[in-house]
T-cell receptor
Framework: NAGVTQTPKFRVLKTGQSMTLLCAQD?????MYWYRQDPGMGLRLIHY???????AKGEVPDGYNVSRLKKQNFLLGLESAAPSQTSVYFC???????????FGPGTRLTVL | GEDVEQSLFLSVREGDSSVINCTYT??????LYWYKQEPGAGLQLLTY?????DMKQDQRLTVLLNKKDKHLSLRIADTQTGDSAIYFC??????????????FGKGTKLSVKP
């Protein structure tokens, strides 16, 4: 039982490049979330999903897209990376609201 | 809108008690949470309290909830160096269309000196 996994763990991009962050959970959770963590800002919700095939915007969705084609996977895409997207990205999942959210180990992204 | 406030830093000596405080704004939050983040890792749930409770104790951890003042605290008894981490307070707001997302504070960095 791996819990919540994220790939990659680290990535460096140049401005304008694109990439996809993958989150996978093996707990059969309905809800999945993408957060970003910046120094002094805490965690801010980017997008979330309440089930397979559904996605919704969170607090800071601009510049990101997401997809939830399979229940166990939640993808976060950056179409044209900007330095302001340099951050640590965390994926989380939960069985239902307002149950405990389980977090992945994070992806550290640097955009030059 | 929802907002969760907590102080950014706390320093204690090993063996002392630590008290981390948090205030929140959404009085309809049904659960309030404390998460712990160790360096380079994701967040782990430490404990939570249901909004109709005043106190919850779990080994060295004591959570106090003052719903009238919207104040939550986490007390760690006999603090150890392994408790050094960032502690996040979070609320689960209940508003129209709530989808289970949590509102996090900015985190309190606890430093434990030997």
């Amino acid at each position: 039982n791996a819990g919540v996994t994220q790939t990659p763990k680290f990535r460096v991009l140049k401005t304008g490049q694109s990439m996809t962050l993958l989150c996978a959970q093996d707990m059969n959770h309905e809800y999945m979330y993408w957060y970003r963590q910046d120094p002094g800002m805490g965690l801010r919700l980017i997008h979330y999903s309440v089930g397979e095939g559904t996605t919704a915007k969170g607090e800071v969705p601009d510049g990101y897209n997401v997809s939830r084609l399979k229940k166990q996977n939640f993808l976060l895409g950056l179409e044209s990376a900007a330095p302001s997207q340099t951050s640590v990205y965390f994926c989380a999942s939960s069985y239902s609201t307002p149950h405990e959210q389980f977090f992945g180990p994070g992806t550290r992204l640097t955009v030059l | 809108g929802e907002d969760v406030e907590q102080s950014l830093f706390l320093s204690v000596r090993e063996g002392d008690s630590s008290v981390i405080n948090c205030t929140y704004t959404d009085s309809s939050s049904t659960y309030l949470y404390w998460y712990k983040q160790e360096p380079g890792a994701g967040l782990q749930l430490l404990t939570y309290i249901f909004s109709n409770m005043d106190m919850k104790q779990d080994q060295r951890l004591t959570v106090l909830l003052n719903k009238k003042d919207k104040h939550l605290s986490l007390r760690i008894a006999d603090t150890q160096t392994g408790d050094s981490a960032i502690y996040f307070c979070a609320e689960s707001p209940e508003y129209g269309g709530s989808q289970g997302n949590l509102i996090f504070g900015k985190g309190t960095k606890l430093s434990v000196k030997p």
